[in-house]
């Protein structure tokens, strides 16, 4: 009898223990995913929830009724490679070491150093799996650059920008294997660069779904040269007359898929057809992530690394693309350097929210590494907007002032403080450096140049300007903007 009842007293206490941990186990939340998508040079005004008339993104928008739409939201840089740079680093084009789209031949960027410390690195040590699907251009495959040298678990897509121009190319990069595409031999287009990145990230989401996951997904869409699936093209064919017409690169003539964009004589119908196929890739990652049960964890980021490029057969004007912004790709106007950003958390991010709060790329590294718990690295620029993405508005910290360089086109500069903003351009030449100052509260189309009337606030924005940066071994403010 006695034997019975301290059996039974053990199994009670194994039972009463078991208990307990599995309510641990069940209050103790996982870490939450990440899944980041950038577009390649979609203007602010180029999605239907944010003025878009012309067509229509309707899985982009739902985005934006179930999440948080940002309204002062700006890109690392105005063009490609240094805006990646100023996202994976976690700093300003000032202080981040790629600062140009300086070429590497045969393929690929200028590397970002080996020394620095990445987004994905940071998350890999908080145990996340990471991976990249798409354009990558912070370095050449095999480099110090190379996405498997910074951070990711997994890379498919083009490493070079320059082969990122085309839509059928000879080749994408698995890794380290580069991985030829038989369909597009020769003057063939049987695979299409962005369906068979998707099939990719698409494995990855499958693969990973029982481990906290980062997803980086820089697409190519609608980057020029404007090319989209014919049954894209039937759905915008003759919608938007008159059609731009665009003559560039065909077989046999030097460049072609390897840089020089291809014809194009639908280019109105083609900028379309792509935007709505990358709104389509969208709503498929967000119904994989619901079908894979991990949608109610997973933060999920949509926005564009620029302002609309021109090349290609590109209209941003037809399309108003810039929504009520001046400027374009290589601008340090807001047309371009302001870009849409939507995130969406369930159950953690209100709605239909909106928010006027003031962020760039560089302020992404410290949000995700708070949110996954690792530590942030005390030389960044960037500011955590969890809070704002929480609804704790009082909490959110604000930048003192927001910077941009630009080392193409003479050199450029801009500074925000507040509502002001400063603009020189051609600043190599000080004989020819122009100096723009704006109050965007109430010109937020940069019309007026009220540089004469406040001559005291350009003093203090150029003294901000003169010691927000330091010299990069690479890329530097010389007679070519780059130190060869």
């Not at 007293?9 to 009463?16: D, G, T, Y």
């Not at 030829?180 to 369906?195: A, D, I, R, V």
């Not at 906290?212 to 020029?224: C, D, N, V, W």
């Not at 500011?383 to 910290?397: D, R, V």
């Amino acid at each position: 009898m006695k034997k019975s009842i301290i059996l039974l007293a053990i199994a009670i206490a194994l039972i009463f223990t078991s208990c307990q941990n599995q309510s641990k186990e069940e209050t103790t939340p996982a870490k939450p995913n990440i899944v980041y998508i950038l577009a390649d040079d979609l203007g602010y005004g180029d999605l239907s929830c944010y003025g878009q008339t012309h067509f229509e993104t309707p899985n982009i928008d739902n985005l934006a009724e179930n999440g948080m739409k940002f309204t002062q939201h700006y890109s690392g840089s105005t063009v490609c490679a240094p805006s990646r740079s100023s996202l994976m680093t976690g700093k300003h084009t000032g202080h981040t070491f790629i600062r140009g789209n300086k070429e590497w031949q045969p393929e690929g960027q200028y590397p970002l150093e080996a020394e620095a410390v990445t987004m994905a690195e940071t998350l890999q040590d908080a145990g996340y799996v990471t991976g990249a699907f798409g354009k990558w251009g912070l370095g050449y495959p095999g480099s110090e650059g190379d996405p498997n040298n910074q951070g990711f678990d997994e890379f498919y897509g083009y490493n070079c920008q320059r082969i990122g121009h085309h839509y059928y190319p000879y080749h994408m990069w698995h890794n380290q294997e580069k991985v030829m595409l038989e369909g597009n031999s020769g003057t063939q287009s049987g695979t299409y660069g962005p369906e068979i990145i998707q099939e990719h990230a698409m494995k990855f989401l499958e693969n990973n779904k029982d481990k906290p996951f980062f997803m980086y997904y820089p697409s190519i869409i609608p980057h020029a040269e404007l090319y989209a699936p014919e049954e894209y093209m039937e759905k915008y064919r003759g919608k938007f007359e008159p059609e731009k017409i665009y003559e560039g690169v065909d077989a046999g003539e030097e460049g072609f898929r390897n840089g020089a964009y291809g014809s194009q004589p639908e280019s109105h119908a083609a900028f379309a057809a792509m935007v709505d196929y990358l709104d389509m890739q969208v709503g498929e990652i967000i119904a994989k992530l619901k079908e894979l049960g991990v949608y109610e964890n997973t933060l999920i980021i949509f926005t564009s690394d620029n302002g609309p490029h021109m090349e290609g057969g590109a209209d941003p004007d037809y399309f108003d693309s810039n929504g009520p912004l001046k400027g374009y790709k290589r601008d340090l106007y807001e047309g371009g350097i302001r870009v849409p950003m939507i995130a969406v958390w369930n159950g953690k991010i209100v709605a239909g929210s909106q928010t006027d709060h003031i962020s760039a790329f560089w302020d992404l590294f410290p949000t995700v590494t708070e949110i996954s718990g690792a530590s942030v690295p005390e030389d960044i620029n960037g500011i955590s907007f969890l809070p704002t993405l929480l609804g704790n508005e009082e909490e959110q910290k604000e930048h003192e002032y927001m910077y941009w360089e630009f080392h193409e086109r003479g050199g450029r500069q801009a500074v925000r403080k507040d509502n002001w903003k400063l603009v020189k351009y051609n600043v190599l030449d000080p004989e020819k450096t122009t100096t723009e100052l704006y109050n965007l509260e109430t010109d937020l189309g940069e019309q007026n140049n009220v540089a004469e009337q406040h001559p005291e606030i350009v003093k203090e924005l150029s003294e901000i300007m003169k010691n927000a940066r330091i010299e990069s071994e690479v890329f530097t403010f010389d007679a070519t903007g780059y130190l060869q």
